[in-house]
T-cell receptor
């Protein structure tokens, strides 16, 4: 059974700092890994999907790395802004379902 | 245009009642899902459907009955609601599995 862990549970940084969010998973036989953002009271927005064959995936200020062998992914957010405040979730697929971590709640202070 | 929509957004009801949540996707996807997010914000799969066929039922009580009348819709009916059913329920869809999943805005169910 796939177990997904995210550390830290919460993070507070001043505006402009880079963010580093960690995700680990127990079964390294994955198809891909997805990072989502969830704003309070809202649904999930897909940020990045990184395929198992990739080491990195980038979108704007976001960069996700994947190390399958060690069961880890890291989401980097460069030059954080108050608008980046949200909960970030990583998820790993098994057939016909995603297993989610508990999320990292990020607060970027102006 | 909303890609994955859910109705209602909020649902407040008494214990023992029966209620339904509707989900529609206009993305032309083949696979749809229901997830439950509990009070600790942990998201867990409930059901998965592919081409209207049930693929996964993740040990959900049989008071929960999903129905997919066509590929664009996956509704969730809940009988005899209990306090522990209070949560946010999310519908999602994907073109194929395990492609990117697109989530609806969620339905916050409160059972009193």
């Amino acid at each position: 059974k796939q177990e997904v862990t995210q550390i830290p549970a919460a993070l507070s940084v001043p505006e402009g700092e880079n963010l580093v969010l960690n995700c680990s998973f127990t079964d390294s036989a994955i198809y891909n890994l997805q990072w989502f953002r969830q704003d309070p009271g809202k649904g999930l927005t897909s940020l990045l999907l990184i395929q198992s064959s990739q080491r990195e995936q980038t979108s704007g200020r976001l960069n996700a790395s994947l190390d399958k062998s060690s069961g880890r992914s890291t989401l980097y957010i460069a030059a954080s802004q108050p608008g980046d405040s949200a909960t970030y979730l990583c998820a790993v697929p098994s057939p016909y379902k995603l297993s989610f971590g508990a999320g990292t709640t990020v607060t970027v202070r102006a | 245009d909303t890609a994955v929509s859910q109705t209602p957004k909020y649902l407040v009801t008494q214990m023992g009642n029966d209620k339904s949540i509707k989900c529609e996707q206009n993305l032309g996807h083949d696979t749809m899902y229901w997830y439950k997010q509990d009070s600790k914000k942990f998201l867990k799969i409930m059901f998965s459907y592919n081409n209207k066929e049930l693929i996964i039922n993740e040990t959900v009580p049989n008071r929960f009955s999903p129905k997919s009348p066509d590929k664009a819709h996956l509704n969730l009916h809940i009988n005899s609601l209990e306090l522990g059913d209070s949560a946010v329920y999310f519908c999602a869809s994907s073109q194929v599995d395990p492609d990117t999943q697109y989530f609806g805005p969620g339905t916050r169910l409160t059972v009193l």
